[in-house]
């Protein structure tokens, strides 16, 4: 149990994670870009998830924000959806050319912005402040 002055950790860690996202939001604003845009982009050039369905999953968001999102990003000319072979209903999310270079402008700022978190931590330190963060994250999970 913390002491009478100290935090509890979860609100340390909570406030901790909306400064983090916060500063990640406005790093990415400057290229041109937001967490959302960010995380489909990168789930999406993976290659990895074979339908829309699976690439929410894989971003954290249900289907319909997702569907939000994507509408937006081919509306921008950053993507387009394409219909999954043997799936009538399955549609594949791919990279357009304004896409991919946008991806690699947010890429290279998500980059910069994951050097300047860790700054001042060894290598030891980063990994123990996952396993630290798991453990923080099973101990809640349902």
Do not use: I
């Not at 790093?27 to 829309?52: D, K, M």
């Not at 896409?99 to 998500?110: C, N, S, T």
């Amino acid at each position: 149990m913390p002491g009478p002055q100290e935090e509890p950790v979860g609100l340390v860690v909570t406030r901790t994670s909306r400064t983090l996202a916060r500063a990640f939001e406005q790093a990415l604003a400057t290229a041109g870009g937001s967490t959302p845009t960010w995380l489909v982009l990168l789930s999406a050039r993976t290659g990895s998830h074979r339908t829309q369905a699976e690439l929410a999953a894989a971003v954290g968001v249900r289907g319909p924000t997702l569907t939000h999102h994507l509408d937006g990003m081919e509306r921008d000319g950053l993507v387009t959806r394409a219909p999954v072979p043997g799936d009538r209903r399955g549609q594949r999310v791919v990279l357009t050319p304004a896409g991919e270079e946008l991806f690699l402008r947010l890429r290279e700022v998500a980059v910069a912005f994951d050097r300047r978190v860790r700054a001042g931590l060894a290598e030891a330190e980063v990994a123990q402040l996952r396993r630290l963060l798991a453990t923080l994250a099973g101990n809640v999970a349902e």
